[in-house]
């Protein structure tokens, strides 16, 4: 069974960072691209960032880009994603999810196949 299980949200003050982290098991981790999606409430689901399976791929949504990066580990089959100057709108529930193998719409979130429960962000004002 593919479990992924986030860590890293908490609560931070805007213009702080904070890095994320989203460990996989019971699959090969390393044949997968990996993504971020998040949820604000009363907002739809929203697109993050996606590293291809080797890691030399990112894509990002056009309001975390210069300030997310996303990285992964396949020997400890992690994802990470480090986010700088946060602000309040990037507070929501940040979800890691499983691409599938071959990924044709890296932001569009019916091809992710697994997810994790999520983890809060709140940015404080």
């Known amino acids: 069974q593919v479990q992924l299980v986030e860590s890293g949200g908490g609560l931070v003050q805007p213009g702080g960072s904070l890095r994320l982290s989203c460990a996989a098991s019971g699959s090969i981790f390393s044949m997968y691209p990996m993504g971020w999606f998040r949820q604000a409430p009363g907002k739809e689901r929203e697109f993050v960032a996606t590293i291809g399976r080797s890691g030399d791929r990112t894509y990002y949504a056009d309001s975390v880009k210069g300030r997310f990066a996303i990285s992964r580990d396949n020997a400890r089959n992690t994802v990470y994603l480090q986010m700088n100057s946060l602000t309040p709108e990037d507070t929501a529930v940040y979800r890691c999810?499983?691409?599938?193998?071959?990924?044709?719409?890296?932001?569009?979130?019916?091809?992710?196949?697994?997810w994790g429960q999520g983890t809060q962000v709140t940015v404080s004002s």
């Open positions: 999810a499983r691409g599938g193998r071959y990924l044709t719409n890296y932001d569009r979130a019916q091809e992710y196949d697994y």
